[in-house]
C-alpha cells in the first residue's frame, strides 16, 4: 500500500501532465476547450484516480465537459499511461467541481458589501476641556 506522500506525489503528476494534455489540445475535442483541471485525488489501491474539473463559462457547461471527457477517457487514461510509469495505472473518474465559481461568487458579494457600506467616519481629535 502507498504511503500518502506518494499518492500525493502521484496525483500531482497526473493533474501535471493531464493539464498539458488539455493546453497542447492533444485531444482534439471542442468540448473540452477553455477547461481547467483544479484537483486530482488517488485512492489508496490505485484503482481509481479522481479527477476535478472547472471550465471558465461555469457549470453551465457541465455536462458537456463531463461528457467530452468520458468518450476520451480510453485516450487520455493511455496517454496518462505512457507518461506517468505505474504498474496498473488507475481509471479515471471525472467530477466537475464547483470551487471557482463559488469563490467568484463570494468575492462579487464581499465587493457589493464593500460599495454598499457608508464609509467609516473620520475620527476628530479630542480635546480636553477641563476648566
Sequence with gaps: MPSKMRLQRIADRIRQELSEMIVMNEVSDPRLSGISITDVTVDRELAYANIFVSAIEGSKRAPEVLAGLESASGFLR??????????????????????????????????????????????????????
Design 78 to 131: 493511455r496517454a496518462l499511461a505512457e507518461r506517468v510509469e505505474l504498474r496498473q495505472f488507475p481509471r479515471l473518474r471525472f467530477h466537475w467541481d464547483p470551487t471557482p465559481e463559488r469563490a467568484d461568487r463570494i468575492e462579487r458579494l464581499l465587493a457589493q458589501l464593500h460599495a454598499e457600506q457608508p464609509a467609516p467616519p473620520e475620527e476628530e481629535d479630542d480635546e480636553d476641556d477641563t476648566e
